[in-house]
């Protein structure tokens, strides 16, 4: 499974910015899918995740404003980021896990795409 994340740009704080990342493969739908991030001089951190049975989890730090979807037909998960933060800058990631399991974890996930940059100013 190859993946490619896009959508990132520069935002003000209380702006939204939706990432999209597409995927190869023709049993995409059977993957979990998830969105890490990494800020500057910090780990990498789980952010959302959505199974191949659309059960979605969230980070407390982002529930009840991203909102992670999936379409199996363009094999595609998006990332909806809504009332951005400067603390939500970072560099995303999207990533997939064969496994379905722990998908908050990301040492689940078999395949990675590049990162996007997303920055929000103050």
């Known amino acids: 499974v190859q993946l490619q994340a896009s959508g990132g740009g520069l935002v003000q704080a209380g702006g939204s910015l939706r990432l999209s990342c597409a995927a190869s493969?023709?049993?995409?739908?059977?993957?979990?899918m998830g969105w890490f991030r990494q800020a500057p001089g910090k780990e990498r951190e789980f952010v959302a995740a959505i199974s191949w049975k659309t059960i979605t989890y969230y980070a407390d730090s982002v529930k009840g404003r991203f909102t992670i979807s999936r379409d199996n037909a363009k094999n595609t998960v998006d990332l909806q980021m809504n009332s951005l933060k400067p603390e939500d800058t970072a560099v995303y990631y999207c990533a997939a896990a064969g496994s379905n399991l722990y998908l908050s974890q990301e040492a689940h996930y078999d395949y990675w795409g590049q990162g996007t940059q997303v920055t929000v100013s103050s």
């Open positions: 493969g023709r049993t995409f739908s059977r993957y979990g």
